[in-house]
Structures are given as C-alpha cells and as structure tokens.
C-alpha cells in the first residue's frame, strides 16, 4: 500500500504535466460478449444456489455455451466477471484474491480455460476503496491491481466507483488506464466515471476510456429499456459527438433472453443498441434461453450494423407522437442504418409514414430500404416522398438505406 501512496502522486503530475490518452488498439468496434451482473448479481450462496453463484463454474458454463450455441461466431468474445468475485481480504502481500470456495482454482487458471475456446476474459474492480458490493476496492492499490490482472491474463476491466468522492473520479479513472497500458497487456478499459458524476467532461472520458457507463443500472423490464432509450435520445452534453472506434458510449447489458420483455421489446433492445453503436454485452442465462432470443442475439443484420466500423451512435432525429426516428451512417458512405420505434402501448400495429427529413437523410436520389433483421426489400424513400412502415406496439422497424445510384 505504501507503494501505491507515493507513486499516485508522482502520476498526478504526469497527468497534469503531459498529455497522453488510451492507446491500447482494442474496441474499434462496439465489444460483444457476456457480463453476469443483471441475471446474476451477487449471488455467493453456492450451497443454495450452486448453478447461479458467482463461480468459476458459471463463467465455464457461459464460455461453454457461448461456443455450442454459435455466439462465439457472431461475434461474442468477451466472458465477464461482475463484482462479487473476490475474497473479502486481500493477501498477505495486498493483492486481491479470488474466493477460495467459489473459485477454487484461481482467475488464472479461469483464464486459460475461456482463452483455450477463443474467448477473452473480463473482470470487475472498482476505483473506491470498497466494490459497490462491499469487496476490496483499488483506491490505493491500482498499481498493484492492474499488474495482478495482466498477470492473471485478463482482457478486460470493469471499474465502478463507489465508495470514493466525486472529487476523486476525473482524476482517478486515468490513473488506472496508465497502470494498465504500463502492463504491457492489452485489457479493454470499461469506465463508470460518468454514471457517477451531475456534468462528465466526456472528451475527457474518451481519451482513457475504451467504453463507460453513463445511466443507471439496466434491470429486467421494458420500463428500464425504454429509460435508457429516452436518456440516449436526449443526448445531453451531447455525449454521441465523442463515441468512434476505440470510444463508445455503453447503456448496460443486453438482456434478451430474460424475463421481462417481450419478443417484440426484445426485438426493440437488439435493434437500438445496435443503432447506438453499444457494447453487446449481455446478461442472462445462455444454459436456458430461447432458441428465438437467440435468433435476436445473433442476427447477422443487427450486428452488421453494431459493428459497423464507421462506430458512429446513432442519434434520434425526430419525433411524432409516441413514435421514434433514429439514424446512423453506415458504409459505404453515403448509406445509413435506421429504426422507427413505436413507443406506444395499445393494441394495434401502427402504420407509420416515413420519408427522409424524418430520419435526417436527405439526398434527392432516394433510397432502397430493407429489413435488416429479414434482409427483405421494403421500397424506396426520398427526402418529400414516404414509404409506409408497420411497427408494432413496443416495436421496432430496424433498417438499412442504401443511396441509389446517379443516374446516367
């Protein structure tokens, strides 16, 4: 500990004195993976709840079905520990530790079991001096905690920020970045630091940060979807300006598959993080869930959009009523991915007129649309000229705009 007293203020004047960034090649595209926190939270009773505890065993399980069911080849690399995870003590030597019951053989040797399927494997920290779940925090400790990670093998970080001062927050989340790329390890670096803070400076958070958190916990219902949505539409400070390759705004875990939406409040989640350009983490039970959340999970269209490598979020560019008009530009230049949210909850679909000033495409030559969940050809828009769309309540129409040609 008396190490990481004296160096953090050294690191402070290297911070105000330089100017450097996160520079460690990772997340050009949204990542994509599996995170336990929203199906699993914080359950440590493995006596009681031996198939839901935070173990090593649930984190195999996951790796494992993330290969048989096909999510490693969409795409899906990531496996990552939430909070919960460690001892209550750190060792001897005041380095963290994994629980000894739930996690038997160690973070190492997890980490070669998820690297031997061709996947990555994230864990949890936090920049206060305890998790937010009551476990050791890295205040005072980042050195040797970000050292402790690359040596274990890890590819990725979650930081929270509890149980520290605001104060603390834009000054501590780069000091742990510096640590990490000190390692020499590639470890993506995920932020809490604005969902901690009334005003963040995000051009800041985007130079040390791979992807952060800016809003509260997602949990299992479509009221929590829709919360997100609407705080995204809103874009206050204007935070989808800094997101692009390496930098990207996260609004939480994925939770198709669950128990709380719908399949077509499901179909709403996939396609709007998919048009933000957000990590495609998701949280739920992958020994259990549903052959059709799988469908959502893994469509090609969906994800071609996520991961386009333009990584621009989409933004919402107009409004009618209770319905939504999203866009994002896509390759090649000059086409676009939107969607047409339909947030109301009666009873009947809604046929819904779109044109281009609605989704803020505006070239005269007009576009192709298709369904980019079904890759079917819809018709034709142009900027004046509409092409009705059925959305259905709590739905989405997900597309793709393709520029037509000049004519010869």
């Known amino acids: ?28 595209t949204p990542p994509m993976g599996w995170m336990s926190w929203e199906r699993f939270r914080c359950i440590t009773d493995c ?32 496996v990552n520990i939430d909070d919960c995870w460690s001892a209550k003590e750190r060792d001897e030597n005041g380095r963290l530790q994994a629980d000894p019951k739930r996690f038997p053989s160690g973070i190492k040797a997890l980490a070669d079991y998820v690297h031997n399927k061709s996947l990555k494997l994230g864990i949890y920290g936090d920049f206060g001096t305890f998790t937010c779940g009551g476990y050791p925090g890295s205040k005072f400790y980042m050195q040797e905690d970000a050292e402790t990670f690359a040596s274990w093998g890890i590819d990725s ?36 630091w604005p969902a901690y803070l009334p005003n963040p400076d995000y051009e800041a958070i985007a130079k040390s940060c791979n992807i952060w958190r800016n809003y509260g916990d997602i949990q ?20 989808s300006s800094v997101a692009g390759p390496g930098q990207f705004n996260d609004p939480d875990m994925l939770i198709l598959g669950d128990f709380g939406l719908s399949y077509n409040q499901q179909q709403v989640q996939m396609a709007m993080w998919s048009i ?44 009618k009523g209770k319905i939504q008009f999203w866009s994002k530009p896509i390759t090649p230049k000059g086409n676009y991915a939107f969607a047409v ?35 079917k050809y819809m018709g034709a828009i142009y900027p004046n000229k509409n092409l009705p769309l059925t959305v259905l309540p709590s739905g989405v129409f997900l597309g793709k705009a393709f520029l037509l040609p000049k004519e010869q």
């Open 1 to 28: 500990m008396q190490g990481s007293v004296m160096i953090l203020p050294l690191v402070i004047l290297v911070i105000i004195g330089t100017i450097w960034g996160l520079d460690n090649g990772l997340a050009r």
């Open 47 to 78: 006596d009681t709840y031996p198939k839901q505890s935070i173990s090593e065993q649930l984190y195999k399980d996951m790796a494992d079905q993330m290969v048989l069911e096909g999510f490693a080849a969409a795409g899906y690399e990531y």
């Open 157 to 192: 970080l979650k930081l929270d920020g509890c149980y520290t001062s605001r104060g603390d927050i834009p000054v501590g989340y780069p000091i742990m970045e510096k640590f990490l790329n000190l390692t020499g390890r590639p470890i993506l670096y995920s932020c809490s």
């Open 220 to 239: 299992d219902s479509w009221s929590s979807v829709v919360s997100i949505i609407n705080f995204y539409g809103k874009d206050s400070g204007n935070f």
């Open 276 to 319: 933000l350009a957000a990590p495609l983490l998701m949280s739920n039970d992958l020994r259990k869930i549903k052959r059709d959340s799988i469908a959502l999970l893994q469509n090609r269209g969906a994800i071609s959009i996520n991961q386009d490598p333009l990584g621009v979020q989409g933004r919402l560019i107009s409004t």
């Open 341 to 375: 949210l339909n947030l109301a909850d009666g009873g009947s679909e809604t046929l819904v007129p779109v044109n281009g000033v609605a989704l803020g495409i505006l070239d005269n030559r007009g576009y192709n649309i298709s369904d980019a969940f079904t890759n």
